[in-house]
């Protein structure tokens, strides 16, 4: 079955670093990369997606770069606030299929 | 707009009993899904409704099931709950449903304890 990993299960920054939030994923078949937020008490919160064909996408602070040869996926948050402290997964979905496939998430802490 | 509405948002219940969960999704979104979340198997896809058809099911037992009506809302069943159904339930609702890879906007979740 699918398998979407995480690196690290945490991660703390200082505030106004960069971040940098790993995944990997197992299935060679997905084609559509999704990043979420959760914050406490609070459902995941979509960040940002890629789709397979494209390597990188930005959006305000935040880039996801795909590495499709080593099923590799990246978020990359610029200058991170104290409000960017939270759980963050990744997600992955394969045309064809209707559900999502999560990682199992990595906590980042802020340090102000 | 009004986000994804789930109710109740907490839930405390015995071994043996039943559960019934509802989800309200974003007005226009006909998909709706439901997934579990626990602290040792992190999020897992329970099934997703279109139009009132199930349309997918995740590697859950027959115990948990799952309906939706023709106003697109949808509700959860779990019977005979045991201790490890413990978790927090999510909804998640789209226009059409992964398949055309739509975000998925998630309520807040309903918190369910098995004692």
Redesign the interface.
Known sequence: GESVGLHLPTLSVQEGDNSIINCAYSNSASDYFIWYKQESGKGPQFIIDIRSNMDKRQGQRVTVLLNKTVKHLSLQIAATQPGDSAVYFCAEAQTGANNLFFGTGTRLTVIP | KAG?TQTPRYLIKTRGQQVTLSCSPISGHR?V?W?QQTPGQ????LF?Y?SETQ??K??FPGRFSGRQFSNSRSEMNVSTLELGDSALY?C?SSLA???T?E???????TQLSVL
């Open positions: 994804v998909s899904s997934y992190g999020l897992q896809f997703e279109f349309r997918n995740g590697n999510l998640a449903g992964a398949t890879n975000k998925l906007f998630f309520g807040s979740g």
